[in-house]
Nanobody, 123 residues
Framework: QVQPVESGGGSVQAGGSLRLSCTAS????????MGWFRQAPGKAREGVAA??????YYADSVKGRFTISQDNAKNTVYLQMRNLKSEDTAMYYC??????????????????WGQGTQVTVSS
C-alpha cells in the first residue's frame, strides 16, 4: 500500500492518552523521513513529530508529551500522545518525505499523505 494509513484516533478527556498508528508498506523507514502532522479547523497544518536519517524532531508544543516510534517489522510508525490537552484537538496525518529534507517538521517537505485520523480532546 503506497498511501499511509492512520488509525488510533478518537475522543479522550484532557490528561488522557492515545496512540496513533501509521502503516505504509514498501517504505524503508530508516532511510526516509516519516512525520506526524495535525490540522485544526481554520488553522494551517503543522508538524508534530518526525524522524528520519537526520534524527528525531518534535514541535515545542508537544515535547515531553508525545513520542514518535516505529516498528520496522510491521512497517508502522506510532505517535504516543500523553497528557493530552484541548489544543491538541485536530485531524492528525501521517506523511512520508524523502531521504534528504532540510525541515523535517515542515508539511511542504512531504509528498505522500494519509487520509488522517481525528483526535478530539475534551475538557
Amino acid at each position: 500500500q503506497v498511501q499511509p494509513v492512520e488509525s488510533g484516533g478518537g475522543s479522550v478527556q484532557a490528561g488522557g492518552s492515545l496512540r496513533l498508528s501509521c502503516t505504509a508498506s514498501g517504505y524503508p523507514y530508516s532511510r526516509v523521513y516519516m512525520g506526524w502532522f495535525r490540522q485544526a479547523p481554520g488553522k494551517a497544518r503543522e508538524g508534530v513529530a518526525a524522524f528520519g536519517p537526520g534524527g528525531t524532531y518534535y514541535a515545542d508544543s508537544v515535547k515531553g508529551r508525545f513520542t514518535i516510534s516505529q516498528d520496522n517489522a510491521k512497517n508502522t510508525v506510532y505517535l504516543q500522545m500523553r497528557n493530552l490537552k484541548s489544543e491538541d484537538t485536530a485531524m492528525y496525518y501521517c506523511a512520508r518525505g524523502g531521504s534528504w529534507i532540510a525541515s523535517p517538521l515542515a508539511p511542504s517537505q512531504y509528498s505522500n499523505w494519509g487520509q488522517g485520523t481525528q483526535v478530539t480532546v475534551s475538557s
